[in-house]
């Protein structure tokens, strides 16, 4: 069965445009989340959507944004983007969020460079 | 607050050495605990987890145990290989915080033949 899909892998923006990344989580996974690694903060959590719904929100300015459809695939959206937004963007998916024993497997990540 | 600690890498080994990555965290009850791993240029994978205090969570030869009285979760190999040389990253989900990970810094292994 398929893995976490994201798309695209590597793409190159300029300061302030915006970029959209898109994620198929694993097939019946439900509940999707989103993390930005980068060398200097590591992995840090922006959201979670479950059923449509943004159930959780990390420490990310108003800029970083997310959305879930109906069908689970959820995008995330960076708008005016700066130099220090350049990170992998990895989505996770599960199938519901929170149960104990919930595994969570991610995707190979969105590699997005700002010049 | 709830954070993670890993030990600073990079961690050198020679093939067939006895591999302790050390994972402290802070939280309040009972939180999940997890170590990841990610290969150049990958994601994360799930190398193993524990969900309650002194569950062992085992794969491919890695081990780690929930201590509670501890607060650590260490990842332990009895024998590396070259292929394990990656970067590990010890992480904890709260109870009630969905899944929201909070992730260590990450240990990079370098395994040498």
């Known amino acids: 069965k398929a893995g976490v899909t994201q798309t695209p892998r590597y793409l190159i923006k300029t300061r302030g445009q915006q970029v959209t990344l898109s994620c198929s989580p694993i097939s019946g996974h439900r509940s999707v989340s989103w993390y930005q690694q980068t060398p200097g903060q590591g992995l840090q959590f922006l959201f979670e959507?479950?059923?449509?719904?943004?159930?959780n929100k990390g420490n990310f300015p108003g800029r970083f944004s997310g959305r879930q459809f109906s069908n689970s695939r959820s995008e995330m959206n960076v708008s005016t983007l700066e130099l220090g937004d350049s990170a992998l963007y990895l989505c996770a998916s599960s199938l519901v969020p929170g149960a104990t024993g919930n595994t969570i497997y991610f995707g190979e990540g969105s590699w997005l460079t700002v010049v | 607050g709830n954070s993670v600690t890993q030990m600073e890498g990079p961690v050198t080994l020679s093939e067939e050495a006895f591999l302790t990555i050390n994972c402290t965290y802070t939280?309040?009850?009972?939180?999940?605990l997890f170590w990841y791993v990610q290969y150049p240029g990958e994601g994360l994978q799930l190398l193993l987890k524990?969900?309650?205090?002194?569950d062992k969570g085992s794969n491919k030869g890695f081990e780690a145990t929930y201590r509670k009285e501890t607060t650590s979760f260490h990842l332990e190999k009895g024998s590396v290989q070259v292929s394990d040389s990656a970067v590990y990253f010890c992480?904890?989900?709260?109870?009630?915080?969905?899944?929201?990970?909070?992730f260590g810094g990450g240990t990079r292994l370098m395994v040498k033949p």
């Open positions: 524990a969900t309650k205090a002194d």
């Open positions: 939280a309040t009850g009972y939180p999940s």
């Open positions: 992480a904890r989900r709260a109870n009630n915080a969905g899944n929201m990970l909070t």
């Open positions: 959507y479950f059923s449509e719904t943004q159930r």
